[in-house]
């Protein structure tokens, strides 16, 4: 293969990668806490027997931190976070971090997650309610109280390096480099956070995306008449 078909397959497989991304967004955009996914396209020079070529890569992915619209749902055990931070949570993995805060409480009394995994306070431990809690509320630092009575506290982490941290499945992420608590949490009780997903505006991207894909396989297609014919001619 030629310098150009290297090139113009390279960027082939980029506009690839970001297409599943994109559909990926798109089936998210109702998810709880979700946050957005795109691409990092890179730019690397290779030596070949014909020269340099230049190549694209996009094996980075970028997640979008922004904001999601908050919806009342009236629910005493949906939290949602306003600005930074993250709800820290346990599962059979490890400790993880979520903005999703669709919360129930477990058959052992813990706070846990619409998968059954234990929240977690600041300090990893799981937070508990008693069966005798009434009048529940969450204050805006996470503080549980009942009948006035503080009986616990929700964990609001950030994480030390966000750009390192690993997605695992939709909602959740790993902190590989550590976190900390937030210093002024905020936490709205009785609210869950929607997807940051604008499902016009990845649309909008997928169709830019087909159409780019389209360009560079009728370039391909084209480039590979003429080698033909070049290679018929030689031949003749």
């Not at 939290?79 to 490890?94: K, M, Y």
């Not at 903005?99 to 799981?126: C, H, I, K, Q, W």
């Amino acid at each position: 293969m030629d310098v150009t078909g290297y090139t113009t397959l390279s960027r082939q497989q980029g506009l690839m990668r970001e297409m599943q991304l994109i559909a990926n967004n798109i089936a998210n955009s109702a998810t709880t806490g979700y946050r957005q996914q795109g691409i990092v396209f890179s730019e690397y020079i290779r030596q070949t027997d014909e020269g340099s070529v230049s190549m694209s890569a996009a094996h980075a992915r970028a997640t979008s931190f922004a904001q999601g619209t908050l919806t009342q749902t009236g629910g005493q055990f949906d939290l949602a976070v306003e600005g930074d931070g993250f709800f820290l949570i346990q599962t059979p993995r490890g400790e993880r971090l979520t903005r999703s805060g669709a919360f129930a409480v477990g058959n052992e009394g813990n706070m846990v997650t619409s998968d059954g995994y234990t929240v977690l306070d600041s300090g990893g431990a799981p937070v508990f309610v008693p069966p005798d809690a009434t009048d529940f509320t969450v204050a805006q630092d996470g503080t549980i109280s009942s009948q006035g009575r503080p009986i616990g506290q929700v964990g609001l982490v950030q994480p030390t390096d966000p750009g390192a941290m690993v997605r695992e499945g939709d909602i959740m992420f790993r902190a590989d480099a550590g976190y900390d608590p937030v210093d002024a949490p905020r936490i709205r009780q009785g609210f869950i956070e929607n997807s940051n997903v604008n499902p016009i505006l990845q649309i909008s991207r997928m169709i830019e995306v087909q159409r780019a894909y389209e360009m560079g396989q009728n370039f391909l297609e084209r480039e590979d008449d003429r080698i033909r014919s070049a290679l018929k001619a030689f031949m003749t």
